[in-house]
Every structure is written in C-alpha cells, then in structure tokens.
C-alpha cells in the first residue's frame, strides 16, 4: 500500500489531483503529463494505474490517500506486468512511436475489459509519436469509450502536436529541490548489493549530470554515462583549444550514442544560454570553459546551438550517422572561440 507522493513528493499535485477526479468520479478519458526526463513520470503513471485497476483501493495511513491495496488479483497481474487490460506502447527502434502501434491502441481501447472493470493504456512517449501515428491517435481521442483512460507522457520541451494536447487533460511534475533529489536517490541505492553501489562523489556528480531528475541520476550513477561523459567532455576541451583534430573528438562523443550526445550539447548549448543572460551553468564541470565563451559571444550563438541539436535529433529519426553529428555540432561550437586559437 505504498503511496507514490511519499516515496517522490514532487509528484504530490499531479497524485493529488488524479486523486481528487477519481474520488469524484470525473477523471477525464486522455490524461497528458509532462515533466523532465527521468523525473518519475512513468512511476506517477503506473500508481494511477494501479489506482485505477485495484478491486478494492485501500487507504494509506501515512498520506490518508487512496492506493492500490497491492494484494488483490489486479494488483497481482500489475506487480508480474501482465495484466491484460494495461497496455504501454513507447518508441521502438526507429525512436518513433508507429501507426500500427496506434492502430493497436485504437483496438484495444475499443475492446471489452478481459478481468478489470476498465482499461488503461499509457503511451511513453507522447512526444515521439510521429504524424501519422498522431493522426490515428485523433479517433481514440474524439470518440472516448466509457471503460477507457488514455495516459500519455510528454518530455518536457520536446512538442506534441496541439491537436493532441488539446484533448487532453494536461498536468506537469516538477523536478524536485535537490535535496529531495539526493534523498530518493540515496534510498534506491541503499536497495542495490553492496558491492554495486555509487560512491557518494558519483552520486553527487550524476545529480548534477541529471538536473536533479533523480531516475535519470540513478541511471547515470549505476551506468556508463559519466565516464564516457567525461572522456567526451576532455575531448571536447582539447579540440576548442586547437589540440585535437574534430575526427578524434566526434569519436569520444560517438561512444555516447546518438541519444546521450545530442543530450550532452544541448545541455552545454543551454548552460551558454543561461550564463549568456548572466545566470549559472548546470554543468558545474563545464561552466568555466562556457563561461569563457559566453563572455565573448552574444547570446544569439546560443540559441543557434540549441537549434542545431533540434535538428539533429529530428533527423535522428532516419538514422543519422552520430560522429557525422558530434562532427557538425563540434565545430559549430568552435566556431565560437576566438579566431586566433581555431587551428585548422
Ligand atoms: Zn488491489
């Protein structure tokens, strides 16, 4: 019986509010969530479900909320991840959520409930459904059936089409203070083998890498990602100064893979932004060589960067060649030192 606000409680409002239209019997068809990458906007989905499905919610006596009760048949076919009337349809290869998946949505949404009194379906994420597919979600969205709820989860900057977004019910988590961070992502890692646990200077660091978004930071501190960060991260120094050649940078970067590189420029690209408009870098490690550049750059070279990432990660759709792409955007960011150190 836990409760999900208790464990992460800067899903608080967006619970409570599910909550609050469950209890009065008026929860909406199509229910959009938006929130940072790695916030716990799947976590917020599955106790809806939960909440949703449970035949007899129980109520937590910490949070006085209503949660699944976790013993019962449907909470027993959540828990094993096979429950026949909870679908989740999220990206496939191509990084794009396909029409045929929708089509199977459409299907399932229409279908009568196989051992619950209604159906859920979360699509993960909302953001990457491509046109076609978020055509065929419009049907399903107009025409609600009385027996099924629509979760859809967006990553926060990343658009969905407003004919989508305006038939839903939109709420939005916000990423948590960093002590709250720091808190939940001591308590998974206290849950891990001894030997597999981060150190605390990891922990720190993958907090800083994530923004705070602590499912995020738990993936980098038991991952790869802060060593091949920071071998990029060197990289990338070494070819601003003129030291390397871009070949031998864009190769650290490609190690990343497509996904974690376009994310590491544009959280650069982002932090240039912000010291730009004289406020702080997230990227602590980065900020002295950003700064740098920020002091003799204008502001509009960074949103020049932000777009180029954009664009490489819409192309990323039709497979883009990532070194050919750490290539581009690494000397699109050289072109902002000063000419006299841009060796060729
Ligand atoms: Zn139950």
Redesign the pocket.
């Known amino acids: 019986m836990t409760d999900i606000a208790l464990e992460m409680p800067w899903l608080q409002n967006a619970w409570q509010d599910v909550q609050k239209r469950f209890a009065e019997d008026r929860l909406p068809h199509a229910l959009l969530l938006t929130g940072e990458c790695g916030v716990g906007k799947r976590a917020w989905a599955d106790a809806v479900v939960g909440l949703l499905l449970?035949?007899?919610?129980a109520v937590n006596t910490v949070s006085g909320k209503s949660v699944?009760?976790?013993?019962?048949r449907?909470?027993q076919l959540l828990a094993a991840s096979s429950h026949p009337d909870v679908r989740v349809y999220s990206p496939e290869k191509s990084r794009m959520i396909k029409i045929d998946q929708i089509r199977s949505l459409s299907a399932f949404a229409v279908s009568s409930p196989q051992v619950s009194a209604r159906k859920v379906a979360i699509i993960d994420r909302a953001d990457q459904l491509n046109i076609n597919s978020a055509n065929a979600l419009l049907k399903t969205l107009e025409e609600p059936v009385a027996d099924f709820v629509l979760l859809l989860l967006q990553e926060s900057g990343r658009p969905v089409l407003p004919t989508i977004r305006s038939r839903c019910q939109v709420l939005s988590i916000p990423l948590p203070s960093g002590d709250q961070a720091g808190q939940w992502l001591a308590s998974k890692v206290a849950e891990l083998e001894d030997d597999k646990q981060p150190t605390a200077e990891l922990m720190a660091k993958s907090l800083m890498l994530a923004g705070n978004a602590p499912r995020l930071a738990f993936q980098y501190a038991t991952g790869e990602f802060p060593g091949l960060r920071d071998e990029a991260f060197d990289k990338f120094r070494q070819f601003m100064k003129g030291q390397i050649t871009v070949s031998e940078a864009a190769k650290a970067f490609k190690a990343l893979g497509l996904e974690d590189m376009l994310w590491l420029f544009e959280g650069w690209a982002a932090d240039l932004a912000r010291l730009c408009a004289g406020g702080k870098a997230n990227d602590h490690e980065a900020e002295e060589m950003i700064g740098f550049l920020a002091g003799i750059n204008p502001a509009w070279r960074a949103h020049e960067l932000l777009d180029l990432v954009r664009e490489a990660r819409a192309a990323g759709v039709y497979n883009v060649n990532p070194e050919l792409e750490a290539s581009r955007l690494l000397i699109a960011w050289r072109g902002l030192m000063p000419s006299r150190r841009r060796a060729s």
């Open positions: 449970c035949a007899s919610p699944a009760c976790g013993e019962c449907q909470c």
